[in-house]
């Protein structure tokens, strides 16, 4: 290959066009001779060689890209290999996991962090969406304008680039946030009392979140004991592992918009003629919303709820950007995907990565079929 | 009675509307203003909402680095071959899986559904394994080339429900003509769902120019970054004074082309996240 990057890829991709075409031709022929032999007609031939020919790019690589490492991982979450290993990996039998499950603290630390992002920050993520989502379906002017704006986030949010902005934003001494919060408490000393109550109650959050995952609570009595915040308290926001969290949930809540739109497509979806119904009957907004949209709504609530959950698992780049070299902070905030990712590519321990990915991946697909089982439940599906 | 109650109302509306747009997009506000101030104004205390002499001195700076040049250059060159490979070979896929009636094609189908279940993240170890037995790792191959094998199971769906829609008999006159299928899948399918691949694309320019976690694993060199990575390396914990006006006129340079794309496309992504359900 050769030394220049570019050319690299260059030729990579064009061997790899060559290889697709290639083994979908082959592919193809195979499909066809199938056919033929069981003595299908001409057309149907065709039809096969062509099924297999212009499907043939996903099903290869689902092979490569899918089957075989899946197939790797699975092996190698039973042994000790790492990727410096020239030798046969040992096999360790359930040991990965046993460790993982039982005396694995970073491990323990992310599926709290987890329960915190799922309980804390979704419903706050959840409710925004559906506020903004409320406010748009009200159809006047401009209203594509909003939406944009509100979807922009989403579109920007994953780059590391622009999540450095909220690094310099929630700065505790000279970000904008802070200064902003000491420039209204100073002014109106009401709303100071109001700040510093949030913090407190916050903070006594955290401390007991913390707890669960060191498995003591020193620090929550700690905090309980230093009691009402002094007046000139701001949040610290990424500086103490008792706010780590928060600047996450910030930024789940920032990158609603996907979460808006699909409620939006909900709202749409409802018959004009209930609401206008209702409204003859005599029900005011409140009761139309809590008593029409929202039971109609609740199948895009949960599929929301069911896509926020799984996305809280894989929190990355916001990580990342924020607490990167920060020890202290990132066992704090670190979501399960980061925590394999560290793992992974700090020691190089493959057996023990796969076991966590295997972890994660059982945990989806639980939380997928509890969506099937439970969406029958209570979801509204019928409405007439 | 009731009109004065209208007016009010959306005046209500419009106030809390304006009020969420500030707060949605006062990063970017922030970014921008940023970039145009001095090292000094980003690191004290006191609020510069939009610096007295707005300097371009970090965008100076980068402009004449011939490394940030290099890794933007790597940014538009891995995310372009990356689209037209990624594009061609799931408009292909898309095809077998609307327009022709195969042997096994439902049963192929539904595998690749279930494949939407599976978290990205729980292959790349093994990935990982795999690219660097083959000598690609500190190449830019593991980020493009995956993609060529119709990489994204939701952009096929999306891409199967719009040729779909188009009628049958369009194909058969075509075929009693003797077209074949790569003539009915190049010159009369691709441009009738023109529209539906600019949604595809778009997400997937999106979704490789944020690329973070692949870049990270394998461009192990300054050399190769791509604008993430490197944007985030200029962040440096162990510096004192972070160089904020230049980190944030890298930010800049690397929205351009996102808000450009979203501006151009966002009829098209705000659809397709509705049909896909998918985060963009």
């Not at chain 1, 409320?134 to 949010?157: D, I, S, T, W």
């Not at chain 1, 000279?174 to 209204?184: A, M």
């Amino acid at each position: 290959m050769p030394d220049n990057p570019y050319i690299n890829l260059l030729v990579t991709a064009g061997l790899t066009i060559l290889f697709i075409i290639g083994s979908s031709y082959g592919l193809g022929t195979l499909a066809r001779a199938i056919v033929r032999a069981r003595g299908g007609t001409p057309k149907h031939q065709q039809n096969t060689f062509a099924g297999y020919f212009f499907a043939a790019p996903w099903i290869i690589g689902f092979l490569i890209f899918v089957v075989v490492p899946l197939g790797l991982s699975l092996y190698w979450s039973f042994t000790d290999y790492r990727v410096t290993f020239t030798h046969a990996p040992n096999w360790v039998g359930l040991e990965n996991y046993i460790h993982l499950i039982t005396k694995d603290s970073g491990f323990r630390a992310s599926i709290v962090n987890t329960l915190y992002y799922t309980i804390i920050g979704l419903p706050l993520q959840m409710g925004i969406a559906l506020l903004l989502a409320v406010l748009l379906n009200q159809k006047m002017k401009g209203e594509r304008v909003f939406r944009m704006a509100f979807y922009l986030p989403v579109v920007l949010g994953f780059n590391a680039a622009v999540l450095l902005v909220w690094r310099l934003m929630l700065n505790t001494g000279t970000g904008i946030i802070n200064q902003i919060i000491r420039s209204i408490t100073t002014s109106v000393p009401a709303i100071g009392y109001v700040v510093r109550a949030g913090i407190y109650v916050h903070e006594v959050i955290n401390a007991f979140f913390l707890g669960i995952t060191n498995g003591n609570f020193n620090l929550l009595n700690k905090v309980i004991e230093t009691g009402f915040p002094a007046a000139n308290r701001v949040p610290l926001w990424v500086q103490s592992p008792l706010w780590s969290k928060m600047p996450i949930v910030l930024l789940m809540i920032w990158g609603c918009g996907t979460m808006m739109l699909i409620f939006l497509a909900g709202l749409n979806n409802i018959p004009r003629e209930l609401q206008e119904a209702a409204e003859v009957d005599g029900a005011s907004g409140w009761q139309r919303f809590w008593r029409i949209s929202f039971p109609l709504l609740s199948p895009y609530i949960f599929y929301n709820l069911i896509v926020g959950l799984i996305s809280t698992l894989q929190i990355f780049e916001p990580i990342y950007v924020l607490y990167r070299d920060n020890q202290p902070l990132v066992p704090s905030a670190i979501s399960m995907v980061y925590y394999l990712w560290q793992k992974t590519f700090s020691h190089f321990e493959i057996g023990y990565g796969s076991a966590i990915s295997w972890v994660i991946m059982i945990i989806i697909l639980i939380i997928t079929l509890i969506q099937f089982r439970l969406q029958n439940r209570w979801v509204t599906y019928d409405i007439y | 009675m009731k009109r004065n109650w209208q007016i009010v109302k959306s005046i209500v509306l419009y106030i809390l509307l304006t009020a969420a747009t500030i707060m949605m997009c006062f990063p970017l506000f922030w970014m921008i203003s940023s970039s145009l101030k001095t090292i000094s104004e980003t690191n004290s205390p006191g609020i510069v909402w939009i610096p007295a002499q707005p300097s371009l001195q970090a965008y100076l700076d980068l402009l004449q680095n011939p490394t940030f040049l290099r890794v933007y250059f790597n940014s538009v060159f891995t995310t372009t071959l990356a689209i037209v490979g990624t594009l061609i070979s799931i408009a292909a896929v898309a095809y077998a899986f609307s327009r022709i009636e195969w042997p096994g094609r439902d049963i192929v189908f539904f595998v690749m559904l279930s494949t939407m279940m599976i978290p990205p993240q729980a292959l790349i170890v093994p990935q990982y394994v795999l690219f660097n037995k083959i000598n690609w790792v500190g190449t830019f191959n593991p980020i493009v080339i995956p993609g060529y094998f119709a990489g994204g199971a939701s952009m096929v769906f999306l891409l199967r429900q719009s040729m779909s829609q188009i009628p049958k008999e369009l194909d058969e006159s075509a075929f009693v003509d003797g077209a074949s299928h790569f003539q009915i899948w190049w010159n009369i399918i691709l441009p009738l769902v023109r529209a539906p691949l600019a949604t595809v694309s778009t997400f997937l320019f999106v979704g490789l120019w944020n690329n973070l976690l692949g870049p990270l694993m394998y461009l192990q060199s300054v050399g190769l970054y791509t604008l993430p990575v490197y944007t985030s390396t200029l962040y440096n914990i162990n510096q004192t004074v972070q160089p904020w006006p230049t980190i944030m006129a890298a930010a800049v340079l690397t929205t351009v082309p996102l808000i450009i794309v979203f501006f151009f496309a966002q009829r098209y992504i705000l659809e397709g996240v509705v049909v896909t359900g998918m985060k963009g």
